[in-house]
Structures are given as structure tokens and as C-alpha cells.
């Protein structure tokens, strides 16, 4: 271990590639003179290579060696000296130094860290505490942080873990950074070097464990070889205190899994299937001692579950439960129960699904269950309330899902910082019983007196050695466990920290990040979803661009009811769905009333007119113009904030950055307009600002001369300008779209919109008066100025002229002289014909 730690270490300096995350180490340039305040000697009280403790020193050598240049000395076990660091557990400290004065209250995994005084403490309660706090004192020392300290910190919930939705095959789910770093065909892959990595950035958090494969499982990762491989990712993993979860099949037994038996049923209470999931439990066991436990989905998107065989949930989880309980493991059993509905019964809704099925059942699950609940009643959306089932099984432990990966966010495409949102629900105040009962306070176990509760974050983590598919996305990872640890938390400061640690401590660098990292969750909610309607993605396909028509007409119920007249669920008890009668009866009268409902929710409650006003006083479809714009608008000056930190953070991130800013910015402007002309459509009333349908610089491209060109009927018709593109006649030859431009003589941004689908790499040159300005190729790489990215967009690809593929290259400064003719010359490739769908010829500063 000694080894490898090292040499992973001796990688991070190499390069800014982000496979570091916040754990660089990066040294501090004139910290020659801090090093007196710094201990020499580390005294790592356990000397088993692979334990935390023996990890802890390791990472302090390490972390003190590259941060500041100072070579410290380790030891293990006893050892007296002045200018010191002491690693270990309570129990290790007193059997070498004797019982320490005022002992700290610690609980499992927390830590007590000093640096008052000669020697500096960090005393886990026990090895994974230790090495948390080894963690923190480091992450001081990284951003130059020498105040004297002395203070106990413990975990406000026991479950902190991750969910990583791979598949066996080597696909991740909603993942957007690459293939896993768990499988390849079929089994765990050989080389577990980043599955070590990722423990380590884990551990830094206080992530506790990993549900290595995806909810929706393959029977086969219980065959003999998959369950040894288990056992090689736990023994990667437990160097950092990290434990192994897997997912369940519920029908494995009948799944005919290479080695072990096949039964003809998988009823839960059937005494073959009880026996054989105690047995398949204890091979597991046997390779992987400390496993964390399981994660069921059942019943769920056409998963297999107890209810196949007229059993209730329950069963379903205790016999997962009684399988673990000899070992200690705990049973994740996923609330996400729900089924396919039809839009014609005006009181069908799916948000009543999760307390419909699981309400009844409080108190019949067993102690090692948890319920593990999305943070909303419906999936991962831009804005839900919280899931009214937090209150309403108090004889049950619960724990709260949440998404790093954004899934419906922007797929790490779009900058969205997410710890706003989730404190939207972690603060949100049940009042259950009329007492205070914040969801915070429920997932950790306090307000119900539960031993066990608290967080599953998915991540689905990729090779791609940004981790997740972006630099800044990574903020997501290290907040959720900051907050899983303590959800009190503030996210600017936690996302201060993940800055300074990551890009560095430059108060212009630490301020723009933070600038554009806060107005990121709002913008995406204005020009995606705004007033409650929910992220109006292509929830069909996807989820990834605007296709708003594809939230009605299908029974997974993410409706929106639009009509010619009016928007929204009625979910109130008087006339709707009920749903709002789930929430304890202060909550419940909230969002029962329009009036005391708060705008950020309205259509989440209520169906209304597009001319209902809002408390702001203006009407909700104005709003919705107005919000749209507003939201696309600020994305731009993301692209201009990251701009302004050229040179002032290292070439290679700022320019990865830089691409995905620069698609964001024009992907928003697609939002946007496919929004808004959406429901401009089909409400009839006017934009009051004469935006909407309105861009005075476009040229759209079937208004220009073509040659080898046709015109083509873009579907959904709001994803294209005027709802049409253009697409080369063929699949061979190129096409030319030219335009004489009556523009005045000046410096312009021209800006062309086009469609990059998946199935081919068309190319495309823009001149002028036959001078090419750029060239670029539609292959999923973003392209800004006079480059082309160097990775890929990693969001789910579209095989249509759509929302999804719609996307923007802008050309900066571009002389242009009254009569100039502008043309562009697109090649198709596979499927691909070269699309396009309008030029902008923006006078500077100017975006439409
Ligand atoms: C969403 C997501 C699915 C996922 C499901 C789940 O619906 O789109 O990919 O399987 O949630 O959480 O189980």
C-alpha cells in the first residue's frame, strides 16, 4: 500500500487533468517560513499497511511533502517528540500515551483535531474518524489555514454513501464521464487503480461507502467470479475506510446466475429463496467482510419485486434484511415504487405513489432497513418540494437520494451547483405533529429516534479523469459529502473551500467561480422549468434538451396539463390529485392554497391560467418569457466570467472549461427560445417586451440561397428557429447556404446554430466573401475562437435534428462590409446532413 499510495501521489503534481479533484496538494509558493509551524515527525498509531490510520500518515507525508516542500519523518507506534503529529484512534492514543485529558464525545467515525499545543491531534473515535481528520487538518494546510484548533467533529448520519449506476457491461446510467471504473464485459475489471482513487477522494468527504452497480442490476454480479471480484474492490476500498454496497436483481433466483442454484421462484417468502439469498449473502461475506449492505429497487420501471408475488415491500426488504443481520449489513430498499398512469383521470398522480405504498407499511420493516427516498415525489427535477414520505413513516429509518450526477440538469454540460436545491429540502420544515421537523433532521435519524438513516448521493463516475465529465461539476461531489457529514453547512462556504483547494486561492479565481457556481442553479431553473413545472426535458428520450410536448400523452406522469388556456397539476385535495394532503397539516394547508403557495411551486400544486398573476404581479406566462430570457442571459456571462480567469488558473482545465461554457451559453439560448415559442404557440398571448418570435440578426437558413441544400421540418418544431432546418440532399455531397448581408459595415459576433446528432461528424466552413472565418465539425466537441475542444460532450447523444442536438459556434469579431456574402459549406457524414439551422449576425455585445 506504502507503494501505491505513493505513486499515485507522484502522478497527482504531474498534471492539472483533475484526476486529483481537491486533493492536489498543490504547493504553496513562499511557504519556506511556515514550516517551523509544522510538525517533522508523523506518528501514525497503527503500522498495518492498508489500515486508515496507516493510510493517514501516509497521506500527511505526502500532503505536507507537496503543499509545503518539508520531509517529515513516520513512525508507528509510540513515539515522544516535540513537533509532532499524532494519527489514530482513541483507543490506539490511550494504550501508547495513557487516557487523554478531556476526552472528546466522539461517535463512529467521528474525530477530535488539535493543533493547539506542541504535538497536533487528530484522534479518530475510531480508524475511518482518523483518517477523516487527517483529511481535514490537511485540507487547512492546503489553503494556507494555521489558526489554532481544538474541537470534536461527528457525522451527522451514520449512511453517507454513493450510488454508482454501472452496468456489467461497462455502461453507466445517466453517466456522462466515460465507461466505469468498476466493469468491463461482464466482470470487475483488473486494474483497480482509479476504484482506489476514487476511495480516497471519498474518504476525503466522509463517503463511508459505494453501491458499485446500477438499481436496475444484472443477476450475474452474484455469479463466483463477480463476488470475488467484490472482494478486490473492498480491499482497494478499505485502505480509505470506504465499504462495498452492490445492488440486487429481486428475481436472481430465477436468473439462472453461473454457480449457484436456480429456482423456479423468487417469491420473498418462499423458503428456497429465503435460503437461497442467506446463502448467496454469506459468499458474499466471506470475500467481503465488512460490506456495507445492499440497495433494492423493486417494483420500479419494470423491475421484478415482492409485489409480483401479491407480497407487500416489506417482505420484499426483510428478506434482504434477515439474509444481512448476522453480518451486520443494512438493506437500502429504494422508495421509487410507482406505476404508469393515464393523463385522462384528472386525480391520477404519481407524487402520491411513494406514501400510497410505503405509509402503510410503517413499523413492519425491520431494524437494518432503510427507505431510501429521492429528495422529491417525482425524479431529480429542477425544482420539486420535498417528498412528503420523510413524515410519514417515523417507525422507519429513512435516508435522502440525491443526484450529483444531472441527469435533468445539464448532464455536466450546464453549470448547475447543486447544494442550493438540496438545502431547499435538507431545511424544509415538515411540521410533523406540529413539532419542527426538518428533513435534515428526520434522514439523520433525531426527529423520530432512529439509529440508523442518511444520504445516497448517485455520482456514476466515469474513466474521463475529470471523474464526472467537467471541472466544475466536481463541486457537486465534494459538497454533497461536506453536507452529508454536516448539513448545516453553508454551500458558499463549503464551495470556498472545494475553490481553493482545486483552482487555487486567488480571490479573483475564488470569487468568479463562486459568482457563477450561485447563479447557476437559478438560471438553469429559469430557462429549463421555471414556477414548478419541473425541468421541461425530453423526458422520453434524452432528459437531457427542451421538448416540453413529451411531459403529456405518456403515463409516467410528469405532466404539465398545458392547454390553449391553462397550466399545471392540481394537486390539491379540493380539486386535484391530493397530493398535497400527503404533507403533515400546516404544510398541507400551504399548498393547498394558490395563495399561500409560493410561485416557485405554483404549477407543482395548482393548474391555473396562463393569465393568473403571480405574487411578483405579473402573469405566469410572462413569467415564463421573462424568466427564460432572463435565465439565458445570465449563462452568457458565465462564458465571460470563466473568460476573465485566463492565465489565472492552469491552461488545461481553463480551457475544458472554457468549451463547456462557451456550449452552455448557446445550448441555453436553445432552452430559451424552444420554451418560450413552445408556449407562445399554444397560448396565443404576446410576449409584452415583443421578444418572443422576434430576432432582428438571425438569418434563418432556409431563407438562404441553397445549392445542394432542402429544407427540413424540425421536430419537436420549438427546437429549430422558425421550425424549420436545413439538411444537405444528400448523404455524400456537400451543400452550400449563402446569404448576402444587408447588415451595416462593423465588427460583428456571427453566430451559427446547427445540429450535431450522433451518427456522423458532418463539417462545415462559414466565410465571408468567400474568406473562410472558421471551420468546425460536428462531432460532440464544443468549439470557441479558433479551436476545437479537446473532449467530448459527454451528455446522452440525440440520432434527431432536435433539442438535444441543437447547438451553437460563435465566431468573435468578424469584420463585415454592407453587400458581403456570407456562405457555409457543410459536408454531411453518416447520417448526418450537414444541419443547420440559422446564422446570427450580432452587433458586439449583443445575444440573441
Ligand atoms: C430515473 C432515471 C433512470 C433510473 C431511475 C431510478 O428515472 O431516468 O435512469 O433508473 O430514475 O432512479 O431508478
Known amino acids: 500500500m506504502h507503494l501505491l499510495a505513493f505513486s499515485l501521489f507522484a502522478g497527482f503534481v504531474a498534471a492539472e487533468s483533475g484526476l486529483a479533484a481537491w486533493l492536489r496538494y498543490a504547493p504553496l509558493s513562499g511557504s519556506q517560513h511556515l514550516h517551523s509551524s509544522l510538525p517533522s515527525h508523523i506518528v501514525a498509531l497503527n503500522s498495518t499497511v ?21 520531509q517529515c519523518n513516520i513512525h508507528h507506534g509510540h513515539w515522544d517528540a516535540a513537533s509532532s503529529v499524532v494519527v489514530g484512534t482513541v483507543d490506539e492514543y490511550t494504550k501508547a500515551y495513557g487516557p487523554l485529558h478531556n476526552a472528546p464525545t466522539l461517535i463512529a467515525d467521528g474525530y477530535w483535531l488539535s493543533t493547539e499545543g506542541g504535538t497536533i491531534q487528530i484522534l479518530g473515535q475510531n480508524e475511518r474518524g482518523a483518517l477523516y481528520g487527517t483529511f481535514q487538518y490537511l485540507s487547512m494546510l492546503a489553503q494556507g ?61 466522509g463517503i ?47 436468473s439462472a446466475v453461473q454457480g449457484q442454484a436456480n429456482l423456479t421462484t423468487f417469491d420473498p417468502i418462499d423458503e428456497s429463496v429465503v435460503a437461497w439469498w442467506t446463502n448467496v449473502t454469506d459468499q458474499i461475506y466471506e470475500k467481503v467482510p465488512d460490506m456495507a449492505g445492499y440497495l433494492v429497487k423493486a417494483n420500479s420501471e419494470g423491475q421484478p419485486g415482492p409485489l409480483t408475488y401479491n407480497r407487500t415491500l416489506s417482505q420484499g426488504a426483510n428478506l434482504f434484511a434477515k439474509a444481512l443481520q448476522p453480518h451486520r449489513g443494512i438493506v437500502m430498499f429504494r422508495a421509487f415504487v410507482y406505476n404508469q398512469l393515464n393523463e385522462s383521470d384528472w386525480k391520477a ?39 412528503p414520505l420523510f413524515a410519514n413513516i417515523p417507525q422507519t ?55 440508523l438513516g442518511g444520504y445516497a448521493g448517485v455520482v456514476n463516475v466515469g474513466t474521463n479523469e475529470t471523474w464526472i465529465g467537467s471541472h ?41 467561480i463562486t459568482q457563477m457556481s450561485l447563479e447557476s442553479w437559478p438560471a438553469y431553473e429559469n430557462y429549463s422549468g421555471n414556477l414548478g413545472i419541473q425541468t421541461l426535458t425530453d423526458i422520453l428520450y434524452t432528459h437531457f434538451g427542451p421538448n416540453p410536448q413529451s ?21 390539491t385535495v379540493s380539486n386535484g390529485t391530493g397530493f398535497s394532503g400527503q404533507y403533515p397539516s400546516a404544510v398541507a394547508s400551504q399548498y393547498e392554497n394558490l395563495a399561500t403557495t409560493p410561485d416557485n411551486l405554483l404549477l407543482w400544486f395548482h393548474h391555473v391560467n396562463y393569465t393568473t398573476i403571480l405574487k411578483s404581479g405579473i402573469s405566469v406566462i410572462q413569467d415564463f418569457y421573462n424568466q427564460h430570457y432572463a435565465g439565458a442571459a445570465t449563462a452568457q456571462t458565465f462564458l465571460t466570467q470563466w473568460q476573465s480567469l485566463k492565465g489565472k488558473i492552469d491552461e488545461e482545465r481553463y480551457t475544458d472549461q472554457l468549451f463547456r461554457q462557451s456550449f452552455q451559453a448557446g445550448h441555453s439560448l436553445v432552452w430559451r427560445d424552444a420554451i418560450v415559442n413552445f408556449y407562445h404557440n399554444l397560448s396565443s398571448i404576446a410576449d409584452s417586451s415583443n421578444r418572443v418570435g422576434n430576432y432582428p440578426h438571425r438569418i434563418e437558413a432556409e431563407s438562404m440561397e441553397l445549392d445542394g441544400y432542402s429544407i427540413y421540418a424540425v421536430n419537436p418544431f420549438e427546437t429549430a428557429s422558425n421550425k424549420t432546418a436545413i439538411v444537405t440532399s444528400s448523404n455524400t455531397t456537400a451543400g452550400t447556404a449563402s446569404y448576402t448581408l444587408t447588415c451595416g459595415s462593423g465588427t460583428y459576433d456571427v453566430a451559427v446554430n446547427y445540429f450535431d446528432q450522433y451518427g456522423g461528424n458532418s463539417s462545415y466552413v462559414l466565410s465571408i466573401n468567400d474568406k473562410t472565418v472558421g471551420n468546425w465539425t460536428a462531432n460532440f466537441r464544443p468549439w470557441i475562437g479558433n479551436t476545437e475542444g479537446p473532449r467530448v460532450l459527454g451528455h446522452t447523444p440525440s440520432i434527431y435534428l432536435d433539442g438535444h442536438s441543437a447547438i451553437r459556434v460563435t465566431f468573435s469579431d468578424v469584420t463585415i462590409a454592407m453587400g458581403d456574402v456570407l456562405k457555409i459549406v457543410g459536408t454531411p457524414n453518416g447520417v448526418e446532413k450537414a444541419p443547420l439551422d440559422y446564422v446570427s449576425v450580432l452587433p458586439l455585445g449583443v445575444v440573441d
Open 208 to 254: 463511508n461507502a459505494v453501491v458499485v452497480n446500477n438499481v436496475n442490476a444484472n443477476a450475474s454480479l452474484l455469479t463466483p467470479q463477480n463476488i470475488q471480484g467484490l472482494g478486490r474492490i473492498a480491499d482497494v476500498m478499505r485502505p480509505y475506510g470506504v465499504q462495498v454496497g452492490i445492488s440486487l436483481f429481486f428475481a436472481s433466483p430465477t
Open 145 to 205: 489555514n494555521f489558526t489554532k484548533v481544538a474541537y470534536a467533529s461527528n457525522p451527522d448520519a451514520p449512511i453517507r454513501w454513493t450510488n454508482e449506476w454501472d452496468n456489467l457491461d461497462g455502461s453507466i446510467e445517466r453517466g456522462f464521464a466515460g465507461p466505469s471504473i468498476f466493469f468491463a464485459n461482464g466482470v470487475i475489471v483488473n486494474n483497480l487503480t482509479r476504484v482506489s482513487e476514487y476511495a480516497r477522494i471519498l474518504a476525503s468527504i
Open 50 to 70: 492498508g489500515s486508515p490510520v496507516y493510510t493517514a500518515g501516509q497521506e500527511l507525508h505526502n500532503g505536507i511533502q507537496s503543499i509545503y516542500g518539508k
Open 551 to 571: 411531459q403529456d400523452g405518456n403515463g409516467y406522469c410528469q405532466w404539465t396539463r398545458a392547454d390553449q388556456k391553462s397550466i399545471g397539476m392540481d394537486r
Open 349 to 387: 398522480d404519481r407524487a402520491n405513489a411513494a406514501v400510497d405504498f410505503f405509509k402503510p407499511l410503517d413499523g413492519e420493516f425491520d431494524s437494518n432497513v432503510v427507505i431510501q427516498i429521492k429528495y422529491g415525489p417525482i425524479d431529480f427535477q429542477v425544482r420539486e418540494p420535498a417528498s
Open 472 to 512: 466544475l461539476a466536481m463541486s457537486n461531489l465534494y459538497a454533497y459529502g461536506r453536507l452529508a457529514w454536516d448539513p448545516t453547512s453553508d454551500p458558499t462556504s463549503i464551495l470556498q473551500d472545494w475553490i481553493r483547494l482545486t483552482f487555487g486561492a486567488d480571490p479573483s479565481v475564488v470569487n468568479t
Open 397 to 451: 429509518n429513512t435516508a435522502i437520494e440525491l443526484q450529483v450526477t444531472q441527469e435533468y440538469l445539464g448532464q455536466q454540460c450546464h453549470l448547475v451547483y447543486l447544494p442550493p436545491l438540496w438545502k431547499t429540502i435538507l431545511d424544509f420544515d415538515m411540521q410533523a405533529d406540529d413539532k419542527p421537523s426538518l428533513v435534515r433532521n428526520i434522514v439523520s435519524g433525531e426527529r423520530f429516534n432512529k439509529s
